[in-house]
C-alpha cells in the first residue's frame, strides 16, 4: 500500500502560493490537508511526475473522515504538499479497497 517511508518526526514544509491555492481553490486548510499524514492513507509514486524530484500521491482521511487527495514531495526531510483536494469518486474507491488490504 505504501512505497515510501514518510521522515519521522513528520515536519510540513509550504510554499505560500500553494497554500492560497488549496484554501481558495479546493476549500481546505493547511492543517486539513496536513492531518491524513497522521491517519490511514495509502501513498503511490507518481512516476509521471516524478522528472526533477520525486513526487507522491497519497489518498488518505482527515480527522473529520473527509477523504483526500495529497501530491506531495519530500526535501530536506520535510514533507512539502504541492497539492491536496477532495478526492474523486474513482481515488476514494481506491483508498477503501487499499485500507481494506491492509486490515
Do not use: C
Request: aromatic share 10%.
Amino acid at each position: 500500500m505504501n512505497e515510501i517511508e514518510l521522515p519521522e518526526p513528520i515536519e510540513f514544509e509550504w510554499d505560500e502560493s500553494n497554500q492560497t491555492k488549496i484554501r481558495l481553490k479546493h476549500g481546505l486548510t493547511l492543517l486539513e490537508a496536513e492531518q491524513p499524514f497522521a491517519n490511514k492513507y495509502a501513498i503511490i509514486l507518481d512516476y509521471k511526475h516524478s522528472i526533477v524530484e520525486r513526487r507522491y500521491q497519497l489518498v488518505g482521511t482527515s480527522n473529520t473522515g473527509k477523504v483526500l487527495f495529497i501530491v506531495f514531495t519530500i526535501r530536506k526531510s520535510k514533507i512539502r504538499i504541492i497539492s491536496a483536494r477532495s478526492a474523486s469518486k474513482k481515488e476514494r474507491m481506491y483508498y477503501a479497497k487499499e485500507v481494506k488490504k491492509a486490515a
